[in-house]
């Protein structure tokens, strides 16, 4: 046996002892006893192996499946720039605490800097985006490979899934000739692992992130402080499901309202808001509720007039338990690990609840006085959407406008559905291709169906993604765009200002005429287009659970949704100045 395959064969057990269950791999030669040996696995139903041509599609649905199950799939590539179409998947995966391991074939190290074919400097691709890297040797025959190819491959697998910083690990691996065949080795020892499937190194470590109560916690900031009455919890992106609950209990006991991004899943809490985005932006009542201490969890930042009101706040708590914690405001006065505990005594404020909550009330009708049937909207379109989601599916939100929508005109709809979404860096480059590798677990799982919200650009951008092999597993993923040929967001923002309009359209609108049905449709997906709300709940119903399918939503243009999100903001001023 040649020693590139029998490393191949080695470190394919060693993944699958350590508990990897998905490989997804781009088609290469340098790669090619990889390859073989995952083929070969995946044949005697060891591990699963998903087919992509694209690498930079290929990582993200190795992101998707990581953040479905928290266990880390691995990405195969060849050499070259294959390597480095994994880097926007791999900084999601960094910022994002998603476990991903990276297995790139390369030359070896004879061939490096030479100009021979295919080869770069992949070592250092990744920068400070992975928590470790190995520049594996090049394999031998020598005594002591067998102990050294499965230390790493177990080791890499700790570190991914290290449990205070979970992230991508690099393993670089340098293929020499033949990368195929059977022929005999002079091997000193036998290729076995551990007894009875056991890692050849098991993770036995633990952190555990002791809870106090509220009160208690104060005390840190200062000794002679009590839990204040008017306080509020803003929650975003976080992955600990275990957290939810705790933060229910909290809010409940203590009175605070809750301004929930959508990924923090916790639109089924009591005292979370349905339009807290829309309260925070508005500059009177922003100025008027200011809390007498916020409590910030998990990755806060979807909306500036949230993280004005957290920088007002009295005293900022930042509850994040990882290195880099999130405080993008830098006002934080304690960072701790976990969610607090109720306080032992505390003081409600009834009438501080009560004025959010009515505030809240207050802005959703002021929301309907505006909406428009006649007029399909972004915002109407992720009503309809996060309103008939699948009991126990999945809803996996894209970038920029799409999630907007959903925390500012649907944050309490999503009651039977997990969220989730790329918010580590937040990019539209792998929307799609998350949300397939998510489908990939749900699938495997039972877990249900999975439908995407996304908007036109970030489903163009990710196209490729819907290039699954025929020989694969049918995954049920329903991908809704929100087609309203451009970035949209961008109207919203400073540079949509009619000042700048001369230049809009073409270096933000970017509007390319594209229709994504027909692109969906040429490859091989199942793809219908609509242009009202009652089509859009009778596309949905009929592609859930069904496969892939892809729902083109014709909204208003750009322009004119810049417009009546205006409008909303202006009634829902009317509506707070007047309670």
Same mark, same amino acid.
């Given at each position: 046996?040649?020693?590139?395959?029998?490393?191949?064969?080695?470190?394919?057990?060693?993944?699958?002892?350590?508990?990897?269950?998905?490989?997804?791999?781009?088609?290469?030669?340098?790669?090619?006893?990889?390859?073989?040996?995952?083929?070969?696995?995946?044949?005697?139903?060891?591990?699963?192996?998903?087919?992509?041509?694209?690498?930079?599609?290929?990582?993200?649905?190795?992101?998707?499946?990581?953040?479905?199950?928290?266990?880390?799939?691995?990405?195969?590539?060849?050499?070259?720039?294959?390597?480095?179409?994994?880097?926007?998947?791999?900084?999601?995966?960094?910022?994002?605490?998603?476990?991903?391991?990276?297995?790139?074939?390369?030359?070896?190290?004879?061939?490096?800097?030479?100009?021979?074919?295919?080869?770069?400097?992949?070592?250092?691709?990744?920068?400070?985006?992975?928590?470790?890297?190995?520049?594996?040797?090049?394999?031998?025959?020598?005594?002591?490979?067998?102990?050294?190819?499965?230390?790493?491959?177990?080791?890499?697998?700790?570190?991914?899934?290290?449990?205070?910083?979970?992230?991508?690990?690099?393993?670089?691996?340098?293929?020499?000739?033949?990368?195929?065949?059977?022929?005999?080795?002079?091997?000193?020892?036998?290729?076995?692992?551990?007894?009875?499937?056991?890692?050849?190194?098991?993770?036995?470590?633990?952190?555990?992130?002791?809870?106090?109560?509220?009160?208690?916690?104060?005390?840190?900031?200062?000794?002679?402080?009590?839990?204040?009455?008017?306080?509020?919890?803003?929650?975003?992106?976080?992955?600990?499901?275990?957290?939810?609950?705790?933060?229910?209990?909290?809010?409940?006991?203590?009175?605070?309202?809750? +301004? *929930?991004?959508?990924?923090?899943? &916790?639109?089924?809490?009591?005292? %979370? $808001?349905?339009? =807290?985005?829309?309260? @925070?932006?508005?500059?009177?009542?922003?100025?008027?509720?200011?809390?007498?201490?916020?409590?910030?969890?998990?990755?806060?930042?979807?909306?500036?007039?949230?993280?004005?009101?957290?920088?007002?706040?009295?005293?900022?708590?930042?509850?994040?338990?990882?290195?880099?914690?999130?405080?993008?405001?830098?006002?934080?006065?304690?960072?701790?690990?976990?969610?607090?505990?109720?306080?032992?005594?505390?003081?409600?404020?009834?009438?501080?609840?009560?004025?959010?909550?009515?505030?809240?009330?207050?802005?959703?009708?002021?929301?309907?006085?505006?909406?428009?049937?006649?007029?399909?909207?972004?915002?109407? +379109? *992720?009503?309809?959407?996060?309103? &008939?989601?699948?009991?126990?599916? %999945? $809803?996996?939100? =894209?970038?920029?406008? @799409?999630?907007?929508?959903?925390?500012?005109?649907?944050?309490?709809?999503?009651?039977?559905?997990?969220?989730?979404?790329?918010?580590?860096?937040?990019?539209?480059?792998?929307?799609?291709?998350?949300?397939?590798?998510?489908?990939?677990?749900?699938?495997?799982?039972?877990?249900?169906?999975?439908?995407?919200?996304?908007?036109?650009?970030?489903?163009?951008?990710?196209?490729?993604?819907?290039?699954?092999?025929?020989?694969?597993?049918?995954?049920?993923?329903?991908?809704?765009?929100?087609?309203?040929?451009?970035?949209?967001?961008?109207?919203?923002?400073?540079?949509?200002?009619?000042?700048?309009?001369?230049?809009?359209?073409?270096?933000?609108?970017?509007?390319?005429?594209?229709?994504?049905?027909?692109?969906?449709?040429?490859?091989?997906?199942?793809?219908?287009?609509?242009?009202?709300?009652?089509?859009?709940?009778?596309?949905?119903?009929?592609?859930?659970?069904?496969?892939?399918?892809?729902?083109?939503?014709?909204?208003?243009?750009?322009?004119?949704?810049?417009?009546?999100?205006?409008?909303?903001?202006?009634?829902?001023?009317?509506?707070?100045?007047?309670?």
């Amino acid at each position: 046996m040649e020693p590139s395959v029998a490393q191949a064969k080695v470190m394919v057990d060693e993944l699958i002892r350590c508990g990897v269950t998905d490989v997804v791999l781009s088609p290469g030669s340098r790669s090619a006893p990889l390859a073989l040996e995952l083929a070969a696995a995946h044949a005697r139903f060891e591990i699963r192996v998903h087919v992509r041509l694209d690498e930079r599609v290929a990582g993200f649905v190795a992101l998707g499946i990581g953040k479905a199950t928290g266990i880390p799939a691995a990405v195969v590539t060849t050499s070259g720039s294959a390597v480095a179409n994994l880097l926007p998947a791999v900084i999601e995966a960094d910022h994002s605490y998603v476990p991903m391991l990276l297995l790139t074939a390369d030359r070896p190290p004879q061939l490096r800097g030479i100009g021979a074919n295919q080869t770069i400097a992949q070592t250092t691709i990744f920068g400070p985006h992975v928590r470790s890297v190995t520049d594996m040797a090049t394999a031998t025959t020598s005594e002591g490979q067998v102990k050294y190819w499965r230390s790493e491959v177990s080791r890499a697998v700790a570190i991914a899934t290290d449990s205070v910083s979970p992230g991508p690990v690099h393993l670089n691996i340098p293929f020499s000739a033949p990368l195929v065949g059977d022929s005999d080795g002079n091997w000193v020892e036998d290729l076995d692992g551990r007894p009875d499937g056991r890692p050849w190194a098991a993770d036995a470590r633990f952190f555990a992130a002791v809870s106090s109560p509220l009160d208690e916690i104060i005390s840190f900031v200062d000794e002679e402080a009590v839990v204040p009455a008017r306080g509020l919890i803003v929650v975003g992106d976080h992955n600990d499901p275990d957290c939810v609950e705790m933060i229910d209990e909290l809010s409940d006991f203590i009175g605070w309202p809750i +301004i *929930a991004e959508p990924s923090a899943n &916790l639109s089924r809490a009591d005292l %979370t $808001l349905s339009h =807290g985005l829309l309260l @925070a932006a508005d500059r009177a009542f922003r100025e008027t509720h200011i809390p007498e201490l916020v409590l910030t969890i998990g990755k806060v930042g979807l909306s500036r007039g949230v993280l004005q009101l957290i920088d007002s706040a009295e005293i900022h708590i930042a509850v994040d338990s990882h290195v880099q914690f999130s405080d993008p405001t830098r006002s934080a006065d304690l960072v701790i690990a976990s969610v607090p505990l109720p306080p032992q005594e505390c003081e409600v404020d009834g009438e501080w609840l009560e004025q959010w909550q009515r505030a809240d009330i207050l802005a959703a009708a002021a929301i309907e006085t505006v909406l428009n049937p006649e007029e399909l909207t972004g915002m109407q +379109i *992720a009503r309809v959407v996060t309103r &008939l989601l699948p009991e126990s599916g %999945t $809803l996996f939100l =894209g970038a920029s406008s @799409a999630v907007r929508h959903v925390a500012s005109f649907a944050a309490t709809s999503v009651t039977n559905s997990a969220v989730l979404g790329n918010r580590g860096v937040s990019g539209i480059d792998g929307c799609i291709s998350t949300a397939s590798g998510i489908a990939i677990s749900a699938t495997v799982e039972g877990d249900g169906c999975v439908v995407a919200l996304v908007g036109d650009q970030s489903f163009l951008y990710d196209s490729n993604a819907l290039l699954i092999p025929p020989t694969e597993m049918s995954i049920n993923l329903v991908i809704v765009v929100i087609d309203n040929n451009g970035g949209g967001i961008f109207s919203t923002l400073e540079q949509g200002a009619p000042e700048y309009s001369k230049h809009f359209e073409q270096v933000f609108g970017v509007p390319l005429d594209l229709d994504p049905t027909l692109v969906a449709s040429s490859m091989k997906a199942n793809a219908v287009t609509v242009t009202n709300e009652d089509d859009l709940a009778e596309a949905l119903d009929q592609a859930i659970n069904s496969g892939l399918h892809v729902i083109t939503v014709t909204s208003v243009d750009r322009a004119r949704e810049s417009e009546i999100l205006g409008h909303i903001a202006q009634a829902v001023r009317e509506a707070l100045s007047g309670s």
